[in-house]
């Protein structure tokens, strides 16, 4: 299920797309958290040095009811705002069909780009 993960303050983090059994103990007054990956990023440590593994940053959503007519859903908060912004944003679904498209025309220029190399 998609939905928006706001800070406290009501700002929009980003889109993020939960699996049925989070949005359920989210609904029961629960927390889910999300481990954020990091991209890896290349060092020059000489192989003598320790290496350091930076623990994995967690975003902790919790949930709140909201409740107008018959319609009732959840409204997603977090406090770890910036750990946030590196969660895999999921696209609404009127975005859905233009990224794709976006996504195909990026990997046909660059397919042709590297036929004309090899050429």
């Not at 409740?67 to 679904?93: C, D, N, R, S, Y």
Request: aromatic share 10%; charged share 25%; net charge neutral.
């Amino acid at each position: 299920m998609k939905a928006v993960l706001y800070t406290h303050d009501l700002e929009p983090i980003t889109v993020i797309d939960l699996w049925p059994e989070a949005w359920k103990r989210l609904a029961r007054g629960g927390t889910w958290n999300i481990p954020v990956f990091m991209p890896l990023k290349c060092f020059s440590a000489m192989p003598s040095d320790p290496v350091r593994l930076d623990p994995i940053p967690i975003v902790t959503i919790t949930a709140e009811r909201i409740v107008k007519g018959e319609h009732e859903t959840l409204l997603l908060f977090t406090h770890q705002e910036e750990a946030a912004l590196m969660v895999k944003a999921a696209f609404l679904p009127g975005q859905s069909n233009s990224m794709r498209d976006f996504n195909c025309d990026a990997f046909r220029e660059g397919f042709l780009a590297a036929l004309r190399k090899f050429s």
